[in-house]
């Protein structure tokens, strides 16, 4: 974890690369809808913001396997266990994303507008997506640096697993902007939950027999 910080903070166009692509982001839907329509209806609004989130985590995650270097892999492999390899690029990843994830919603808030209703609720929707991405994609972009088409790859195997999740915080975070009763929002949350508990368990199981290859 030490290592990836500090790694980050030298090597800032990384993250400073996934707040332009945010602000870009944001700022083109905000031209090609908000002008052109006269605003977002609250479910376009609600979808828009987990796409742009969504594929702001595929690309920051991404690099997470793929920029260590076969020598550094090896030498990883001799001094620490795999266990501690994938916890630690789980909990690195958690944080980038949940710094992200917010940024993006104040920025996303202020130029196109927040609807939101139920504040405390919408926060929560967007902390566990931030989880609920960096831990899945994670385990994904581990076994895509096995491959030659990172990128790719990547992006073909976290669809599926996306999906049902996305759904799920999609129709939170609906209930949150429309001001509904919190009990409506509580099978989303514990679902989403329990999908990061057992990607997380699912991860630390398996990645040891990735790792040996």
């Not at 915080?169 to 939950?193: F, H, P, Y």
């Amino acid at each position: 974890m030490q290592k990836d910080f500090v790694l980050e903070w030298r090597q800032k166009y990384a993250f400073n690369g996934m707040l332009l692509y945010v602000g870009s982001t944001v700022f083109i839907c905000y031209l090609s809808f908000s002008l052109q329509f006269g605003g977002l209806q609250v479910p376009v609004w609600n979808a828009l913001y987990w796409v742009i989130l969504l594929f702001t985590a595929v690309n920051a995650i991404a690099k997470g396997f793929a920029q260590e270097s076969r020598g550094r892999l090896l030498y990883y492999y001799s001094v620490v266990s795999p266990q501690g390899v994938i916890l630690a690029k789980i909990v690195y990843n958690t944080a980038l994303m949940l710094v992200l994830a917010l940024l993006c919603f104040v920025f996303y808030a202020v130029v196109i507008g927040n609807p939101v209703q139920d504040m405390a609720m919408f926060l929560a929707a967007i902390v566990l997506g931030a989880v609920g991405f960096a831990t899945s994609l994670t385990m994904i972009s581990a076994i895509a640096a096995k491959a030659a088409n990172t990128g790719t790859l990547m992006a073909v195997l976290s669809f599926p697993v996306m999906v049902p999740m996305l759904l799920m915080l999609i129709r939170m975070s609906k209930n949150a902007i429309d001001g509904l009763d919190r009990s409506l929002s509580v099978d989303e949350a514990v679902t989403v939950l329990a999908i990061n508990m057992i990607v997380v368990t699912v991860s630390y199981i398996l990645f040891p027999y990735l790792w040996r290859s």
